[in-house]
């Protein structure tokens, strides 16, 4: 059984624009230059499962405002929809490999609760596994998430497909044995998964 894993962030949802991060700095009454500095320095952490008011703290530490559990569970809720933007394109790819009958899952650095809420959205139905960094406690490029990932799996890394925004991702997936692809849009993925499939499946069409 091969597998097909995706990227979440600038491959199936887009980057929130400047817009979005002054109008989240807004909820905290903050400069959104210096919010959006301190949303960045500390978000590798966040991802990696620090606790929501520890994260909302140290960037509010970071941009000069005061965070307590209510203001922290708003930018939370804040925080999950301005990822929540998604390509319409890299979502037809996804559901149309679903429906092939191709075995999709998704690999994310990404705090528990963005987890949560991708679980719920309409497009989780094409994805057979959820790994989420901020639900391990750990985060690629890290070497133990790519075995995490073909556990969950259940697959040898040889017969993985891995799609991936960054280059650092990417490059480590490689090392792995995964195969791997810097994401560059959904025409650019689809032949790099006809080639695996013409590996995999030589005879079938896929």
Do not use: C
Request: charged share 25%; glycine share 8%.
């Amino acid at each position: 059984m091969t597998w097909i894993v995706f990227d979440y962030g600038e491959v199936i949802a887009q980057r929130p624009s400047a817009q979005a991060f002054a109008r989240l700095a807004a909820i905290a009454g903050a400069p959104a230059a210096e919010f959006e500095d301190g949303y960045w320095r500390f978000r590798d952490k966040f991802d990696r499962g620090m606790a929501e008011l520890d994260y909302w703290q140290a960037v509010g530490g970071q941009a000069g405002f005061e965070v307590g559990p209510a203001q922290a569970e708003a930018l939370t809720a804040a925080d999950v929809e301005l990822w929540n933007t998604l390509d319409p394109r890299s979502v037809a790819l996804v559901t149309e490999l679903a429906a092939s009958g191709r075995q999709l899952a998704l690999l994310s650095n990404a705090p528990s609760a963005h987890g949560t809420a991708f679980r719920a959205r309409e497009w989780a139905g094409s994805f057979r596994h959820f790994v989420i960094s901020g639900e391990l406690g750990l985060a690629k490029p890290d070497p133990a998430i790519w075995r995490a990932l073909v556990d969950r799996l259940g697959s040898p890394a040889g017969e993985v497909l891995f799609l991936d925004d960054r280059e650092v991702n990417v490059t480590a997936a490689e090392e792995f044995g995964i195969r791997s692809f810097l994401w560059t849009g959904p025409d650019d993925a689809r032949r790099h998964i006809a080639e695996f499939d013409r590996e995999f499946f030589p005879a079938t069409g896929y």
